[in-house]
């Protein structure tokens, strides 16, 4: 059974940061692309990033400098660093996982909130 646990969520105020985790089981992890997305009140659920097997990041164009996604294959777990916090990155963060090779192979977590307020 495929379980993604997040935490580290909460209320921060604008310009901290936060450090979200995703402890991940059931699967290979080294194996998977892992990946953050969020979604906020009354939109789709947007990529923030996503991490291949090997190290390598990719990132939404319009988040890039204050997000940093990293993993660690040992712990099973991946990580998404959000720093300069806003108040429109309050959302849902989603943490996933995807075999690289088989599509049907796509994993979610239950989602942490993030509120950035004053």
């Known amino acids: 059974q495929v379980q993604l646990v997040e935490s580290g969520g909460g209320l921060v105020q604008p310009g901290g940061s936060l450090r979200l985790s995703c402890a991940a089981s059931?699967?290979?992890?080294?194996?998977?692309?892992m990946g953050w997305y969020r979604q906020a009140p009354g939109k789709q659920r947007e990529l923030v990033a996503v991490?291949?097997?090997?190290?390598?990041?990719m990132y939404a164009d319009s988040l890039k400098g204050r997000f940093t996604i990293s993993r660690d294959n040992a712990k099973n777990t991946v990580y998404l660093q959000i720093n300069s916090l806003k108040p429109e990155d309050t959302a849902i963060y989603y943490c996933?996982?995807?075999?690289?090779?088989?599509?049907?192979?796509?994993?979610w977590g239950q989602g942490t909130q993030v509120t950035v307020s004053s």
């Open positions: 996933n996982a995807e075999h690289p090779s088989y599509s049907s192979l796509r994993y």
């Open positions: 059931g699967i290979i992890f080294s194996v998977y692309y």
């Open positions: 991490i291949r097997g090997g190290g390598s990041t």
